[in-house]
């Protein structure tokens, strides 16, 4: 039995944010079998040895758990198999630059005939990566400067640390990951944060410190988080000219939260997916821990994807949300839900739904908003299975609302105020999926059903998010 | 304020007559608000009444972030927003209500000069002693200034607050100073005051004018102001012409005010002199 190199068996990296197909857009196939190889596939074999080379700062005892289904393998092509997955958990561990994979025959004094050798050829990252960007935007020119220490105890820990120098506003961030080894779902971090935000549509700047500490593990097939947050909050107003319902809100507040957030999520991609669902689940409940803020707060979405005719695709999306203020203070316009803009009911402005004050808008705490999108590719589809791919136009309606609820009234009565004066909205456009976390979207929207108040999109609209209605 | 936003201001202020429920904002009264603050928020009071403006009194415990300067008081005028006791004497101005018109230039260029130096040595003595006396910042300012808010910010406040006054007096260069020279500033100011005051009723003689509410509100205030030690209120007593001048304004303007109901239900509630 020769050497049998399986390096070149996937080059795909573990999910990289470069434009192209990206690997779950393709089903991924088994390795092909050529006849040479079916001999092979029926003759037992034995790993017994399987060596990690080119390890410096990583300790052993965390990647036994990530090879250890090597050695289960007892036929080549499951080896192969075993030695691929295997590659995959270390790449995902992100400690490693590159890891190849050699299966070779056993060599040695106690070899047996049928024995086979993995090894795992790795580069570790640099100890300390860096990066430097500049930001222009918004009359604001920032200076963001990134440190990361990939793997900084030896057992996949990760340091991180950005600082942003603005000419208005300073921020930066200190996150420290941790997984529990062998099952790198399960991980704790703790994130050390100062973050600066201003929000024209309410005249508000919000500046926050906060020190949270996640907990995330997964159960059958869904994923939870459970984080508690301490977060002292300043608000202010952006300009002199802002209403005095916002004025009347600025100063102080230690907002104390102990939030659990639930997903499930069977989507094939993140951005424009073509079959699945997910859910989400957020709760939140501050106050009880300290601090002089306390509310419960719920929010969830819903999205179903369908693929139809010639390669379109049918989304329905919902998302909905409820803040109960406990105590007898009134809600913060800081804890508040917003609804408008290109990334939720199209043809409105950003945020711009709802209550408000001399043009500011204050937010409301009860929300639901849901959306129809018909997605196909592009007309003619041009640059079919390349560029043109990343592109698809879209139909679409969009409704929701957003208001104020006296807790007074009962269910009933918050239904029927939910229900009463809905922003609708409906048009099409192009959206490009920028890699597998962003898309642009440039729509056509009519918005219906506008309500005296609301700042309108009407015409063409362009948006860049993350999460989309 | 910059002087376009001031222009800004009389040209819109001027527009509309002075509104019913114009409004004063300032810190909590009975566990939040300092000397220095007090005195401020005082003397704008004062001010409002001799002009005959009615002002409800609102207590806020973030009153200092809504400011759009970051001091207390301000007033809630119609849309207006304007704070401290200068603006607020230029914005009444724009609406027709004045104190000080009847003087002449040099009499109001002396005003101005008596008003900075109230400003510059009664103020800052107060802020010295309130956040550079250490026993008074662990005792009164401190507990008093962080008092609505919860743990541990109510410390980070607290020390954010006097680290940014003992720096302005850095500046100042009253850093250097000990306790017992702050008073002798602020004898050497209650003298200069008593010498102008004389034994006319107000500075500048029958008509008060703002440097009365001025004064009239940090003396009363350092008057009615229980510290950690008397010796302040001590130096104001041994100027009797002043100690009148305070009785007097009190009497006109807040006892006969509330005899006469004329402002509804007044928040003034000092208790009366010695």
């Known amino acids: ?469 | 304020m910059s002087l376009a936003a001031e222009a800004f201001v009389s040209q819109i202020a001027a527009a509309e007559p002075w509104p019913e429920n114009a409004t004063l904002y300032q810190p909590l009264k009975e566990d939040q608000i300092l000397l220095s603050d007090s005195a401020s928020s005082l003397a704008v009071q004062t001010f409002l009444r001799m002009c005959g403006l009615p002002v409800l009194v609102s207590c806020r415990a973030n009153a200092e972030y809504m400011s759009p300067s970051g001091k207390v008081p301000f007033i809630h005028v119609g849309n207006q927003v304007v704070s401290e006791l200068g603006p607020i004497v230029q914005f009444t101005k724009a609406k027709g209500h004045a104190l000080s018109d009847g003087l002449d230039d040099v009499q109001r260029a002396e005003m101005k000069a008596y008003m900075e130096l109230v400003n510059n040595m009664l103020l800052t003595a107060e802020l010295y002693i309130q956040w550079c006396d250490d026993y008074t910042a662990t005792e009164i300012s401190r507990p008093r200034y962080s008092n609505p808010y919860s743990w541990p910010l109510n410390h980070v406040l607290a020390y954010q607050k006097q680290w940014e006054i003992r720096r302005k007096m850095n500046a100042i260069g009253w850093s250097g100073k000990n306790l017992e020279q702050v008073y002798e500033d602020v004898s050497q100011c209650c003298q200069a005051l008593s010498q102008r005051l004389g034994t006319q009723p107000y500075f500048f003689n029958k008509q008060p004018t703002e440097l009365d509410a001025l004064v009239f509100g940090h003396l009363f205030t350092i008057l009615t102001t229980q510290l950690t030690s008397d010796e302040l209120a001590e130096k104001v007593k041994s100027y009797s012409n002043l100690l009148s001048f305070c009785h007097r304004i009190e009497q006109t303007y807040f006892k006969e005010h509330e005899r006469e109901g004329q402002f509804g239900s007044s928040r003034h509630s000092k208790s009366s002199l010695p």
């Open chain 1, 1 to 469: 039995m020769g050497t049998v190199h399986a390096r070149s068996l996937d080059p795909l990296p573990m999910q990289g944010p470069e434009l192209g197909v990206q690997a779950d857009d393709m089903d991924l196939g088994e390795p092909e079998h050529e006849e040479k190889q079916e001999v092979l596939e029926n003759k037992d074999v034995v790993v017994q040895h399987v060596h990690i080379d080119g390890l410096g700062r990583t300790k052993e005892d965390i990647l036994t758990y990530e090879i250890a289904d090597v050695f289960r393998a007892n036929n080549l092509i499951d080896v192969m198999k075993k030695s691929h997955e295997a590659r995959q958990k270390l790449l995902r561990l992100g400690i490693f630059r590159h890891v190849e994979v050699v299966i070779d025959t056993a060599e040695g004094t106690d070899a047996l005939p049928n024995g086979l050798d993995v090894t795992f050829e790795v580069k570790e990252l640099r100890r300390m990566t860096g990066s430097y960007n500049t930001m222009v935007g918004n009359n604001e020119g920032s200076m963001v400067l990134g440190l990361k220490l990939p793997n900084v105890f030896g057992r996949a820990e990760k340091l991180t640390f950005q600082f942003s120098y603005g000419t208005k506003e300073t921020s930066y961030g200190l996150s420290l990951f941790k997984p529990q080894p062998g099952h790198f779902e399960r991980n704790f971090s703790i994130n050390l944060y100062k973050v600066t935000g201003q929000f024209p549509w309410s005249s508000l700047r919000e500046t926050d410190r906060g020190v949270s500490t996640e907990f995330s593990f997964p159960i059958w097939r869904t994923n939870h988080t459970l984080k508690w947050e301490g977060v002292w909050r300043e608000l202010g107003c952006l300009a002199r000219t802002a209403s005095f319902t916002v004025r009347e809100e600025s100063g102080h507040s230690l907002k104390s939260s102990l939030s659990h957030a639930m997903v499930i999520d069977t989507r094939n991609s993140t951005i424009l997916p073509r079959k699945g669902a997910l859910l989400k689940i957020n709760q939140e409940l501050a106050g009880y821990t300290g601090g002089d803020v306390r509310f419960l707060k719920e929010d969830f979405e819903i999205q179903l994807n369908k693929t139809l005719f010639w390669d379109s695709v049918l989304s329905t999306s919902l998302w909905g949300g409820m803040l109960l203020p406990l105590g007898e203070r009134p809600s913060c316009i800081a804890d508040r839900f917003y609804l408008g803009g290109p990334t939720s009911v199209r043809g409105f402005s950003m945020y711009s739904i709802g209550p408000q004050s001399e043009g500011d808008y204050l937010g409301g705490e009860a929300y639901w908003a849901g959306g129809v999108h018909l997605y196909t590719p592009l007309p003619f589809r041009p640059g079919r299975g390349g560029f043109g791919d990343l592109f698809r136009t879209h139909f679409f309606l969009n409704a929701g609302n957003l208001c104020n609820l006296n807790y007074g009234e009962g269910p009933r009565a918050h239904l029927s105020k939910l229900a009463e004066c809905i922003r609708w909205s409906y048009g099409a456009g192009i959206v490009l999926r920028l890699g597998n976390i962003a898309r642009l979207e440039l729509n056509y929207c009519i918005p219906m059903g506008v309500q005296s108040g609301d700042r309108i999109c009407d015409g063409v609209q362009f948006g860049a998010g993350i999460r989309f209605l």
